[in-house]
């Protein structure tokens, strides 16, 4: 059998002998009354960052959306990419979740190829969605932030830019100026196994 396929059906297994078991009347009380998670947290696919470990909750606590750099595309820039508006829609919408959360990563490969220019070349998907962020990449590099820096600074500017797109959607505008939404950025350090949140002043500060 592949290696790998084995390593997912050992996982399984001990998951419905353990942790499965342990928590049959959360799953049964989901299925009955379906979820309501109060938070939506949106981030990237990158393996090293799993929202439900970070914050250690259960199933049924978040609604999480996962995409390449944890891009929030603003409305005008869509195309045909749908798939980050449909979970946010549905999230605010159907859910009523009160919280969204948009978390940047360090060494994210997304926020490194925006920066080494993939979103200038049409011929890729990846290089597609992150050109996104081309504006973004562009302040920065005119900003003259040293090389070892602006790694970081592009990750963080990423959540920035996320968020305000997500104002550019009509119904999270809406549910945020009623006061029924409120809008968080974060980054976690994969490195250090922290997570700091962005402030009113868009700076981001350690929880620690």
Not at 78 to 90: F, I, K, N, P, R
Not at 175 to 197: K, M
Request: hydrophobic fraction near 40%; charge should be neutral; include cysteine.
């Amino acid at each position: 059998m592949n290696t790998y396929k084995e390593k997912l059906l050992l996982g399984y297994r001990k998951f419905s002998s353990g942790k499965a078991k342990l928590q049959r009347g959360l799953y049964q009380d989901l299925i009955i009354n379906g979820q309501k998670p109060k938070i939506m947290v949106i981030c990237c696919s990158d393996s090293r960052v799993n929202p439900s470990d970070i914050f250690n909750v259960n199933p049924g606590d978040i609604f999480e959306h996962q995409n390449v750099a944890n891009i929030v595309p603003s409305v005008d820039s869509l195309g045909s990419s749908y798939g980050t508006l449909a979970a946010v829609e549905y999230a605010v919408m159907a859910l009523k979740v009160e919280v969204i959360i948009v978390i940047g990563h360090e060494a994210c490969g997304g926020i490194k190829g925006c920066l080494d220019g993939m979103g200038y070349n049409a011929s890729g998907y990846v290089g597609k969605w992150v050109s996104v962020f081309n504006e973004v990449r562009e302040k920065l590099i005119q900003m003259d932030i040293p090389k070892e820096k602006l790694q970081i600074e592009m990750e963080l500017e990423g959540v920035r830019q996320s968020l305000r797109n997500l104002m550019t959607y009509k119904f999270v505008e809406e549910a945020v100026n009623s006061g029924q939404l409120e809008l968080l950025g974060s980054h976690f350090s994969v490195s250090n196994r922290e997570l700091s949140i962005m402030n009113s002043n868009g700076e981001f500060k350690d929880l620690k």
